[in-house]
Protein backbone atom coordinates (compact mmCIF):
# COMPACT_ATOMS: atom_id res chain seq x y z
CA UNK A 1 0.00 0.00 0.00
CA UNK A 2 1.29 3.46 -0.84
CA UNK A 3 -0.20 6.65 0.10
CA UNK A 4 -0.61 9.73 -2.49
CA UNK A 5 -2.51 12.58 -0.78
CA UNK A 6 -4.85 12.89 1.86
CA UNK A 7 -6.66 15.73 2.64
CA UNK A 8 -8.65 16.47 6.05
CA UNK A 9 -11.32 18.98 6.18
CA UNK A 10 -12.50 20.20 9.63
CA UNK A 11 -11.46 17.65 11.39
CA UNK A 12 -10.37 17.59 15.01
CA UNK A 13 -6.67 20.31 15.32
CA UNK A 14 -7.15 20.50 10.43
CA UNK A 15 -9.65 23.14 9.58
CA UNK A 16 -8.45 22.20 5.86
CA UNK A 17 -4.88 20.52 5.31
CA UNK A 18 -3.38 18.90 2.42
CA UNK A 19 -0.83 16.38 2.24
CA UNK A 20 1.04 14.93 -0.50
CA UNK A 21 3.42 12.23 -0.12
CA UNK A 22 6.49 11.69 -2.33
CA UNK A 23 8.32 8.78 -2.77
CA UNK A 24 10.65 7.76 -0.41
CA UNK A 25 10.55 8.88 3.73
CA UNK A 26 7.85 11.40 4.76
CA UNK A 27 8.45 12.96 8.23
CA UNK A 28 5.60 15.14 10.37
CA UNK A 29 6.89 17.47 12.32
CA UNK A 30 5.25 20.10 14.97
CA UNK A 31 4.43 20.76 18.63
CA UNK A 32 2.37 18.74 20.85
CA UNK A 33 -1.47 19.35 20.12
CA UNK A 34 -0.74 20.33 16.54
CA UNK A 35 -1.98 17.04 14.97
CA UNK A 36 0.37 14.78 14.18
CA UNK A 37 -1.13 12.24 15.35
CA UNK A 38 -4.69 13.16 14.12
CA UNK A 39 -2.92 13.03 10.80
CA UNK A 40 -2.83 9.03 11.57
CA UNK A 41 -5.74 8.96 12.89
CA UNK A 42 -7.53 10.30 9.37
CA UNK A 43 -6.37 7.89 7.52
CA UNK A 44 -8.03 4.91 9.72
CA UNK A 45 -10.86 6.25 9.92
CA UNK A 46 -10.56 6.90 5.78
CA UNK A 47 -10.14 3.52 5.32
CA UNK A 48 -12.16 1.99 8.69
CA UNK A 49 -15.09 4.34 9.78
CA UNK A 50 -15.59 6.02 12.90
CA UNK A 51 -14.64 2.47 15.01
CA UNK A 52 -10.61 3.53 14.37
CA UNK A 53 -11.49 7.20 15.69
CA UNK A 54 -10.83 8.52 19.36
CA UNK A 55 -14.17 9.76 20.85
CA UNK A 56 -17.71 10.28 19.23
CA UNK A 57 -18.93 11.11 15.87
CA UNK A 58 -19.39 14.90 16.81
CA UNK A 59 -15.81 15.24 18.56
CA UNK A 60 -14.16 14.72 15.37
CA UNK A 61 -15.44 17.66 14.14
CA UNK A 62 -13.12 20.74 14.38
CA UNK A 63 -13.54 22.92 17.15
CA UNK A 64 -13.99 26.22 15.51
CA UNK A 65 -16.01 24.75 12.55
CA UNK A 66 -19.80 25.19 13.12
CA UNK A 67 -22.27 23.05 13.78
CA UNK A 68 -23.36 22.13 10.27
CA UNK A 69 -20.19 22.62 8.63
CA UNK A 70 -19.00 19.35 6.75
CA UNK A 71 -16.05 16.99 8.12
CA UNK A 72 -14.73 15.29 5.70
CA UNK A 73 -11.83 13.04 4.94
CA UNK A 74 -10.20 12.48 1.46
CA UNK A 75 -7.27 9.57 1.21
CA UNK A 76 -6.04 8.59 -2.62
CA UNK A 77 -3.36 5.53 -2.28
CA UNK A 78 -2.45 2.40 -4.27
CA UNK A 79 -2.94 -0.96 -3.51
CA UNK A 80 -2.32 -4.37 -6.00
CA UNK A 81 -1.73 -2.28 -8.75
CA UNK A 82 -4.50 -0.67 -8.54
CA UNK A 83 -5.79 3.22 -7.56
CA UNK A 84 -8.06 4.09 -5.21
CA UNK A 85 -9.71 7.07 -3.67
CA UNK A 86 -11.49 7.10 -0.73
CA UNK A 87 -14.36 10.02 0.48
CA UNK A 88 -15.25 10.13 4.20
CA UNK A 89 -17.75 12.15 5.95
CA UNK A 90 -19.83 12.26 9.17
CA UNK A 91 -23.01 10.02 7.80
CA UNK A 92 -21.63 9.26 3.61
CA UNK A 93 -18.63 7.81 2.63
CA UNK A 94 -17.51 6.72 -1.22
CA UNK A 95 -14.73 5.00 -2.68
CA UNK A 96 -13.30 5.19 -6.31
CA UNK A 97 -11.20 2.83 -8.84
CA UNK A 98 -8.81 3.66 -10.53
CA UNK A 99 -9.82 7.79 -11.35
CA UNK A 100 -13.46 6.60 -11.99
CA UNK A 101 -16.50 8.99 -11.50
CA UNK A 102 -18.39 6.04 -10.56
CA UNK A 103 -17.71 4.88 -6.68
CA UNK A 104 -17.49 1.47 -6.71
CA UNK A 105 -19.02 1.51 -3.12
CA UNK A 106 -21.16 4.31 -1.51
CA UNK A 107 -21.97 3.61 1.97
CA UNK A 108 -20.52 3.97 5.44
CA UNK A 109 -20.47 0.21 6.05
CA UNK A 110 -20.18 -1.03 2.48
CA UNK A 111 -17.09 1.27 1.85
CA UNK A 112 -15.46 -0.53 5.45
CA UNK A 113 -16.36 -3.42 4.34
CA UNK A 114 -14.77 -3.61 0.67
CA UNK A 115 -11.53 -1.69 1.85
CA UNK A 116 -11.18 -4.50 4.64
CA UNK A 117 -11.34 -7.01 2.08
CA UNK A 118 -8.96 -5.52 -0.11
CA UNK A 119 -6.30 -4.39 2.35
CA UNK A 120 -6.16 -8.35 3.70
CA UNK A 121 -6.17 -7.13 7.37
CA UNK A 122 -8.93 -5.96 9.80
CA UNK A 123 -8.67 -2.61 11.70
CA UNK A 124 -7.04 -4.26 14.41
CA UNK A 125 -4.17 -5.53 12.42
CA UNK A 126 -4.01 -2.75 10.35
CA UNK A 127 -3.63 -0.59 13.65
CA UNK A 128 -1.06 -2.59 14.98
CA UNK A 129 1.07 -3.09 12.35
CA UNK A 130 0.93 0.76 10.67
CA UNK A 131 0.21 2.52 13.72
CA UNK A 132 2.19 1.26 16.77
CA UNK A 133 3.28 3.37 18.70
CA UNK A 134 5.18 3.19 21.93
CA UNK A 135 2.92 3.12 24.48
CA UNK A 136 1.07 0.47 22.44
CA UNK A 137 3.54 -1.75 22.16
CA UNK A 138 2.03 -3.52 25.03
CA UNK A 139 -0.97 -4.80 23.26
CA UNK A 140 1.03 -7.16 20.98
CA UNK A 141 3.22 -8.14 24.27
CA UNK A 142 -0.03 -8.98 26.32
CA UNK A 143 -1.04 -10.96 23.23
CA UNK A 144 -0.40 -14.85 24.30
CA UNK A 145 2.50 -16.79 22.32
CA UNK A 146 -0.48 -18.97 19.74
CA UNK A 147 -2.55 -15.43 19.21
CA UNK A 148 0.86 -13.60 18.54
CA UNK A 149 2.28 -16.06 15.88
CA UNK A 150 -0.83 -16.55 14.39
CA UNK A 151 -1.48 -12.67 14.47
CA UNK A 152 2.22 -12.23 12.73
CA UNK A 153 1.81 -14.92 10.24
CA UNK A 154 -0.73 -12.97 9.07
CA UNK A 155 0.30 -9.77 9.04
CA UNK A 156 3.70 -11.12 7.31
CA UNK A 157 1.63 -12.77 4.84
CA UNK A 158 2.95 -16.11 6.12
CA UNK A 159 -0.59 -17.23 6.87
CA UNK A 160 -1.53 -17.56 3.09
CA UNK A 161 1.87 -19.11 2.33
CA UNK A 162 0.95 -21.55 4.66
CA UNK A 163 -2.42 -22.26 3.22
CA UNK A 164 -0.56 -22.58 -0.24
CA UNK A 165 1.67 -24.53 0.99
CA UNK A 166 -0.84 -27.14 2.86
CA UNK A 167 -3.24 -26.74 -0.42
CA UNK A 168 0.18 -28.20 -3.42
CA UNK A 169 0.22 -30.87 -0.46
CA UNK A 170 -3.29 -32.18 -0.42
CA UNK A 171 -3.50 -31.98 -4.45
CA UNK A 172 0.11 -33.98 -4.26
CA UNK A 173 -1.30 -36.44 -1.96
CA UNK A 174 -4.21 -36.83 -4.31
CA UNK A 175 -2.58 -36.99 -7.44
CA UNK A 176 0.24 -39.91 -6.37
CA UNK A 177 -2.78 -41.95 -5.21
CA UNK A 178 -4.44 -41.87 -8.32
CA UNK A 179 -0.92 -42.79 -9.57
CA UNK A 180 -0.44 -45.65 -7.50
CA UNK A 181 -3.81 -46.78 -8.22
CA UNK A 182 -3.04 -46.60 -11.84
CA UNK A 183 -0.16 -48.23 -11.64
CA UNK A 184 -2.07 -51.18 -9.58
CA UNK A 185 -4.78 -51.80 -12.15
CA UNK A 186 -2.08 -52.30 -14.45
CA UNK A 187 -0.20 -55.57 -15.65
CA UNK A 188 3.57 -55.73 -15.05
CA UNK A 189 6.13 -55.90 -17.90
CA UNK A 190 6.16 -59.44 -18.23
CA UNK A 191 2.63 -60.07 -18.18
CA UNK A 192 2.53 -56.92 -21.26
CA UNK A 193 4.96 -59.06 -22.97
CA UNK A 194 3.53 -62.55 -22.84
CA UNK A 195 0.35 -61.15 -23.78
CA UNK A 196 1.91 -59.42 -26.79
CA UNK A 197 3.75 -62.87 -27.84
CA UNK A 198 0.11 -64.66 -27.67
CA UNK A 199 -1.45 -62.22 -29.38
CA UNK A 200 0.87 -62.27 -32.17
CA UNK A 201 0.92 -66.15 -32.22
CA UNK A 202 -3.03 -65.77 -32.71
CA UNK A 203 -2.48 -63.57 -35.73
CA UNK A 204 -0.46 -65.39 -37.16
CA UNK A 205 -2.67 -68.34 -37.26
CA UNK A 206 -5.99 -66.52 -37.74
CA UNK A 207 -3.09 -65.16 -41.11
CA UNK A 208 -2.65 -69.05 -41.96
CA UNK A 209 -6.17 -70.43 -41.66
CA UNK A 210 -7.08 -67.45 -44.08
CA UNK A 211 -4.87 -67.69 -46.83
CA UNK A 212 -5.93 -72.09 -46.45
CA UNK A 213 -9.36 -70.78 -47.13
CA UNK A 214 -8.62 -68.03 -50.13
CA UNK A 215 -6.87 -71.39 -51.39
CA UNK A 216 -9.86 -73.58 -51.18
CA UNK A 217 -12.34 -70.92 -52.53
CA UNK A 218 -9.84 -70.66 -55.42
CA UNK A 219 -9.85 -74.39 -56.36
CA UNK A 220 -13.74 -74.48 -55.68
CA UNK A 221 -13.84 -71.65 -58.50
CA UNK A 222 -11.74 -73.30 -60.58
CA UNK A 223 -14.16 -76.53 -60.94
Known amino acids: MRLNSL ?24 PNGSGKSTILEAIAWALYGQSAARGTRESIRFARA ?9 LDFELGGHRYRVVRGLTSAELYLDNSATPIANSLTGVTELLQRRLGMSQREFFNTYFTG ?3 LAVMAAMQPAERAKFLSQVLGYEKLKQAQDLVREQRGRIVAEANGLRAGMPDAATVARM ?7 LAAARQQLAAAERRVSIADAR
Do not use: P, W, Y
Request: charged share 30%; glycine share 10%; no cysteine.
Open 7 to 30: HLLNFRQHADTRIEFDLGLTGIIG
Open 66 to 74: GARAQVRVE
Open 134 to 136: QKE
Open 196 to 202: LEESSAR
